[in-house]
């Protein structure tokens, strides 16, 4: 008989928090960003299967734009 590991996404510390696996990414900042921004599932869905696809030609901008972000937060922090 085969045995089948069970695929885990999400885990929960030891005050029950839901955090994304193997990140430090709380589950409730998701849906709260869903929240903020009036996403739904399909659209999350789709917006990250297509960065998925398209990896390789995001990950310049997407570096790029987390850098800048680095850069404004640290020149306003004087």
């Not at 029950?16 to 960003?33: F, Q, R």
């Amino acid at each position: 008989m085969r045995t089948v590991e069970p695929i885990t996404h999400s885990r929960r510390d030891e005050r029950g928090v839901a955090w994304i696996a193997d990140t430090n990414t709380k589950v409730i900042e998701v849906v709260l960003d869903q929240a903020a921004y009036g996403w739904d599932a399909a659209e999350i869905h789709a917006a990250l299967a297509f960065y998925h696809d398209h990896a390789g030609a995001l990950d310049a901008p997407v570096q790029r734009q987390i850098e800048n972000y680095r850069r404004l937060r640290t020149d306003a922090a004087g």
